[in-house]
């Protein structure tokens, strides 16, 4: 990787850990301990599927909130309290920085799934006793939240780079919601007898992200296999997504006076 | 010929305003300009001049909407440039969770510089602008003056051959202004060129090779501080003190301003011998005697108001869209 991406990167997580963001995972692992000893004591038979299902829901939750609510600041923030000045008065190209900035969010997020991943075994061994092959499907359902997070991230950078903390967090927002319902929007076009409607779903279906994909966690939940097929997909998908969404938002931003 | 420090040439931004973003609003009116390797060089004006725009201009913050410039022959465009330059921006403020070494290691991680040349030119810039002590302290418990100390050191920790300070010297106290000054002087000894930009004249009279006069985004002047403020004498100050019981002649007292025994007087200049002989023979002990100049302050003032006469509107409408 070039190196000063990476040295952006660095600060970038940096900044997130003196902010205090990974302070989430305190009430993660609050959340987590109560499920485990509330549902180890009423629940008979499906103790994994609730500890699994809530858990998995927490960490996408959570990261979610976080990838929005401080990938909306990322840009935004640097220009108008104009630390940005004096980075990019530096040897560094403004591409550079964005992807600097995503990279360093990216991996504070990874950090904080990592760590709540580690909280969902614990919660999860304190309930069943055991691990089970079939638990690999959680590890698989926290890889393609992570794959959705780099997306998320992405978008709300974009919009960073031209609009508001709160008009970015809607528009943001507003993709994510939309593309959880990626497949009923394709349903509706096929369902339609308009040609117009038809063929503004379509539209929307194929530039939306589709996030309904990444959402494995009933799956997860109750062990059933994911297929080889949908993670290299997943992967591919989220990989070219956020690479295209950078450079929009690198192309955006090079051009753009920093007032 | 050699290659000057910096080449501005036809340099004008255009801002869009209004809800619609239809009227242009000049903030720079095609500007010329050239400063030589190793000057020191004053851009003067009063707030809202261009000053800001054309620094902003020249590390590529902000776009031109015509025009062009160059450091060391280099466009403004090719940000591998900025190895060679350091800026420091009006009124900095940095990344407040980190304190002053971690940002100074940030920035000199940009350079490429190995951990212990890091090292060395942090605690070496952090001892020149004063901040050895106050090194581990995040930049958020940080003065004003502190925070434009830190400025400084980040616009030179790389050894850059040309300096651009946007006002380097507003937030400091009488101390710090000093300090800025005597940094400033050093680099110019250094062989460095240092541009920068204030509305405090004496500092540009003290310091600077060459000082340009930007007023409503239009070039007004350029020269030596003294060929813009005239060699020319229109007076003379005299101070001095009376003696008791020796009276002052009412001619001299007449318009005098004075405190206690201290007296102030303006002469003509082809006066100032007769006045001093009528200040002997009143026995008056002479404290002071200046030539009065018209300052950088009053060639400022004049041209302020020559441009306001001018009534030279800055805005132009248009319907194109600035970069």
């Not at chain 1, 499906?46 to 998995?56: F, M, T």
């Not at chain 1, 990444?214 to 690479?243: D, K, M, R």
């Amino acid at each position: 990787m070039n190196a000063i991406p990476g040295i952006v990167a660095v600060n970038t997580f940096r900044e997130a850990v003196r902010d205090r963001v990974l302070y989430n995972l305190i009430f993660f692992a609050l959340m987590m301990m109560a499920a485990a000893v509330l549902v180890g004591g009423v629940s008979i038979g499906i103790e994994r599927d609730v500890i699994v299902n809530l858990g998995l829901t927490a960490i996408s939750l959570f990261g979610i909130v976080m990838a929005i609510f401080i990938g909306v600041g990322l840009v935004y923030k640097e220009i108008e309290k104009r630390t940005l000045y004096s980075v990019l008065a530096k040897p560094i190209q403004r591409w550079q920085f964005l992807v600097g900035k995503f990279v360093g969010l990216l991996l504070t997020l990874a950090v904080n799934t990592v760590l709540m991943a580690i909280g969902l075994s614990a919660a999860l061994f304190y309930v069943t006793r055991k691990f089970e092959p079939g638990d690999g499907t959680i590890v698989i359902a926290i890889y393609f939240i992570l794959l959705e997070l780099a997306l998320v991230t992405a978008l709300a950078l974009f919009f960073s780079c031209f609009s508001s903390p709160i008009l970015s967090t809607l528009y943001t927002l507003g993709i994510y919601v939309a593309g959880m319902f990626s497949p009923d929007i394709r349903d509706i076009g096929m369902v339609t007898s308009s040609p117009v409607v038809k063929a503004v779903a379509k539209v929307i279906y194929y530039v939306l992200p589709n996030f309904h994909n990444f959402n494995t966690i009933a799956a997860a939940a109750h062990s059933e296999t994911i297929p080889l097929a949908l993670i290299w997909q997943n992967t591919a998908y989220a990989g070219l997504y956020v690479v295209v969404i950078l450079i929009a938002a690198s192309a955006m931003f090079s051009g753009r006076d920093l007032k | 010929m050699s290659t000057p420090a910096i080449k501005i040439e036809g340099l004008t931004k255009d801002y869009a305003v209004g809800f619609w973003r239809k009227k242009m609003r000049r903030s720079l009116d095609h500007l010329d300009l050239e400063v030589k390797e190793g000057e020191a060089f004053g851009f003067l004006g009063p707030n809202g001049a261009g000053k800001t725009t054309t620094l902003k201009l020249l590390m590529g913050l902000i776009f031109p909407t015509s025009g062009s410039a160059q450091v060391r022959g280099r466009s403004i465009a090719d940000v591998s440039m900025h190895r060679e330059i350091g800026y420091m921006p009006e009124q900095p403020y940095f990344y407040d969770y980190l304190t002053a070494r971690e940002l100074l290691d940030y920035f000199a991680r940009f350079f490429g510089f190995s951990a212990t040349e890091r090292q060395e030119r942090i605690g070496k810039f952090l001892r020149r602008v004063g901040l050895m002590e106050s090194a581990d302290v995040q930049l958020r418990k940080f003065s004003k003056g502190m925070l434009q100390r830190v400025g400084i050191a980040q616009a030179i920790l790389h050894d850059p051959q040309v300096i651009f300070l946007d006002e380097p010297m507003s937030g400091l106290d009488p101390v710090g202004r000093r300090e800025v000054r005597d940094i400033i002087l050093e680099l110019k000894k250094q062989g460095r060129t240092v541009f920068f930009s204030t509305h405090i004249l004496s500092d540009a009279e003290m310091l600077c090779d060459r000082v340009a006069v930007l007023v409503g985004g239009k070039l007004l002047g350029v020269g030596a501080p003294k060929e813009i403020v005239s060699m020319e004498i229109h007076g003379m100050e005299i101070l001095f003190e009376a003696q008791p019981g020796s009276p002052l002649p009412p001619k001299l007292t007449e318009g005098a301003t004075h405190t206690g025994d201290r007296y102030r007087i303006e002469v003509p200049e082809a006066e100032v011998y007769s006045a001093l002989d009528e200040l002997k023979s009143s026995r008056a002990r002479i404290l002071s005697v200046t030539p009065l100049r018209p300052s950088l302050e009053d060639y400022f003032l004049k041209l302020v108001g020559r441009q306001k006469n001018v009534a030279s509107s800055t805005e132009v409408v248009s319907s194109g869209a600035a970069r």
